[in-house]
DNA sequence: GAACGGCACTTGTCCAAACAAGTTCACCAA
DNA sequence: TTGGTGAACTTGTTTGGACAAGTGCCGTTC
């Protein structure tokens, strides 16, 4: 939990204090309901302009965290689930942020060429070759899901000099500079194949989670598609919307 | 600064110009792709200081609208997918705002004591009675969905007045002041129960794409506990997150 | 006791300025 | 032609100030 290390960090200072108010929020130093320190309190605590705290303070507004209005104090809203980019994107970075220990057990990875359905989902020539990784990951030493992953082969390369049993692939390729920034999930079940069942250890064709995802650079090149299927009784997901408030998840129709 | 400024409206700056760029993004007069306006041009266009027009970037750039970093001038994003509250709460709606024709068939309508389960989700008192709807919902009448409801008395006796064959409860609902504000979705996946597979025409415990759905109301009350089944190859749910933007959707792990 | 007015405090809005950091592009030199 | 340099321009960050508008409270007044 040792974590204050404000003077090397070379965040904005806004983005380290509404990091430290999101966190005071969670831990519940700030409790649910109740209003929180005023501007000028928060200024002078730690130093800064108005203008910055605002421009933290505006960051928990758009996510919800924080209601208030003029002549009244904020107040601590009902917590909002969210999750960052990164324990969105990643199973390790997922686990720990829940403190399980996440495992994974790497089967095999192999270059091969992307056969029509893949290659048209990742906007290449079919024939083209991709990095294709199949692993069972684990919460607790509990097998939850089995992922099969395709890259494109240059950012697939990196990883045959990188041990997939260690741990975050997502971790290891932005520590390489890799510039994962966007992604699209699609959820929806399937049935248990044989390699499913056998790795999870259920019954061929039981239902199984899957999320299915594309991968994005900045420029909109896409390095990685995935399907991930979970145990549903392991793993869920979970959106809520207001009437004010639209849903980012969409239900999409799909064509006979 | 003038002061007296005979303003229409009595909005602020900063709201009224983030309207006028949403327009012009929906409109095409801002294209796709495109970078917009600097914001030194933007301030001398409408005669406002830096710090308004970066506020009113601000409220586009929270959601996802516009895109763009330092030294480059900001760009009109790809069209984020979102749904309104009531395209994702209600099949009817969902069905139209696809120029889809929704169906539904009507097998059971009940009124009977919740059993311990629904009523510990409900926050009710085992054997508090709900009313309770099962239906078949479709698409331009293929088979989609089961679609298995449970709402509070309160709310369910107003069903009996209605033909539930006839469209959306949750229109029906609303347009007669049930103040429907808040969503809770779970989804995951089950294998098809023997009415699941009847009504679906698939074979029972083939994979569903199951959403499970609490609905409150304005002062927090659950008024409707839902659970519906999809047949995956006709719909999934889609998100999109980026480096920048949280995911308001959760990845959330189940304890044995 | 109730209603009213005013004061202190709070957040919302808007401006102006300065610097940091990144991008683009023209220009010049090798 | 190619490569690098640097100026011009862009957005990001931070500060400071000023005023408007809303809330809560206290004291006065009826």
Redesign the interface.
């Known amino acids: 939990m040792l974590k204050y290390v404000p003077s090397i960090s070379d965040e904005p200072i806004h983005q380290r204090l509404s990091d430290l108010f999101r966190e005071k929020i969670s831990s519940g130093d700030w409790k649910e309901g109740k209003p929180l320190p005023s501007e000028a309190e928060l200024c002078t605590q730690h130093g800064v302009s108005r203008g910055t705290v605002r421009q933290a303070l505006?960051s928990l507004r758009?996510?919800g965290m924080v209601t208030g209005g003029r002549g009244k104090p904020p107040v601590v809203a009902r917590p909002?689930?969210?999750?960052?980019?990164a324990t969105?994107?990643s199973f390790s970075e997922?686990a720990h942020s829940?403190g399980?220990e996440p495992g994974q057990r790497t089967l095999e990875i192999a270059r091969r060429p992307a056969d029509e359905d893949l290659a048209g989902k990742m906007g290449l020539r079919p024939g083209e070759p991709v990095i294709q990784v199949l692993r069972l990951r684990s919460?607790d030493g509990?097998p939850?899901m089995v992922e099969r992953s395709n890259f494109i082969v240059e950012v697939g390369n990196a990883l045959f000099g990188f041990d997939t049993d260690s741990g975050s692939i997502f971790g290891y390729l932005t520590s390489r500079g890799v510039d994962?920034?966007?992604?699209?999930?699609?959820?929806?079940?399937?049935?248990a194949d044989a390699t499913d069942a056998e790795l999870l250890g259920v019954e061929p064709?039981?239902?199984?989670?899957?999320?299915h995802r594309l991968t994005y650079a900045a420029d909109g090149r896409i390095l990685e598609c995935s399907d991930d299927r979970y145990l549903?009784?392991?793993?869920?997901?979970?959106?809520?919307?207001?009437?004010?408030?639209?849903?980012?998840?969409?239900?999409?129709?799909?064509v006979?």
Chains 1, 2 share one sequence.
Not at 180 to 191: K, S
Not at 241 to 254: D, G, S
């Open positions: 505006a758009s996510e909002v689930p969210s999750q960052s980019f969105f994107m997922w829940l399980r919460l509990n939850t994962l920034t966007r992604g699209r999930h699609v959820i929806d079940a399937v049935g064709g039981s239902a199984l989670l899957r999320e549903p009784h392991l793993a869920n997901f979970v959106i809520e919307n207001t009437r004010t408030a639209r849903a980012a998840l969409v239900r999409v129709p799909l006979a």
